[in-house]
């Protein structure tokens, strides 16, 4: 599973105020730390803290790329703000993300052809996100469609099935899990699949174990990728372990020491 680190958000009040304070330590301290402990990638959201979102997403890639020279995935619902991100990325970006609407589409797939980034299509529209796996299927391919029509590969594309909070949307956990699957049958070749899996927990109580269980259960249905706190190390551990058992990496008695990153 590819792990892109969620902690540089201004939802988190430490970031929020890093950014208002262009505290340039903080920002890269959470870049450096969440790479340590295993992230391949990071997501740079700016967060409901700036009336300058554009300015905000340019500060943050500065500082981020001056520590770290990992990928990053640019995580806003305003094209000008991924946009700003895509023009300074160092690295292979993805953009986070595309809905099926193709008031959406019409900006972003040309963004990710002009940048060559990778882009994360959530399988919802503005009517909302759906309630069982067939609708999200059907945004799934009309998002694929346009992809295959704009010429994009789709070892690049990333389709979200949409993660909601377990306490407030029970029902939803066993049909994001069978739209995993059901997103890799869609086209030849596949997309890849990525979720959110915070959003899991959100409001619960038990939050790690609530998401160290998604996490295993998604990695079981063929999930490519995830959004996630990559500074929890049972989290961590466990995805390491799910790959062992999905014969994704090779076993020995040290295995954990093998794959943790350093
Ligand atoms: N899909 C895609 N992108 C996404 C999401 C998704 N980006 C944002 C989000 N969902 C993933 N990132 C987070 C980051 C934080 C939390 C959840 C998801 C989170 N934050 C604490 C909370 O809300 O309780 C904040 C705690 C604090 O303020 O310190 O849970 O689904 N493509």
């Given amino acids: 599973v590819f792990i892109i680190g969620e902690l540089i958000n201004g939802m988190y009040k430490q970031v929020g105020r890093a950014i208002v304070d262009k505290d340039k330590k903080t920002i890269q301290r959470i870049a450096r730390q969440q790479l340590e402990q295993g992230a391949n990638a990071l997501d740079v959201n700016v967060g409901p803290v700036t009336n300058e979102p554009v300015e905000a997403m340019k500060w943050l890639t500065e500082t981020i790329q001056e520590v770290a020279d990992a990928p990053l995935c640019f995580d806003s619902t305003k094209a000008a703000v991924i946009e700003a991100g895509l023009k300074l990325a160092k690295k292979k970006a993805i953009i986070n993300s595309t809905t099926a609407d193709d008031e959406k589409l019409n900006v972003l797939l040309p963004l990710a052809k002009k940048y060559n980034a990778g882009i994360i299509g959530l399988a919802m529209d503005k009517t909302g996100v759906p309630r069982d796996r067939y609708k999200r299927s059907e945004h799934a391919l009309k998002i694929i469609s346009s992809c295959m029509e704009q010429g994009l590969d789709l070892a690049d594309v990333y389709i979200d099935p ?41 409001g619960a109580k038990e939050r790690a174990l609530i998401n160290r269980t998604f996490l295993i259960m998604a990695a079981a249905f063929g999930l490519s990728a995830a959004i996630l706190d990559p500074l929890d190390q049972n989290l961590m551990d466990a995805v390491i372990t799910a790959e062992l058992l999905l014969n994704k990496s090779i076993y020995c008695d040290s295995y954990l020491e093998a794959y943790r990153k350093k």
């Fill in 162 to 202: 949409i993660v909601l909070p377990v306490n407030v949307a029970q029902a939803q956990g066993a049909e994001v899990l069978e739209s995993i699957r059901e997103f890799k049958i869609i086209s030849d070749p596949p997309p890849k699949t990525v979720i959110g899996l915070s959003n899991v927990s959100q």
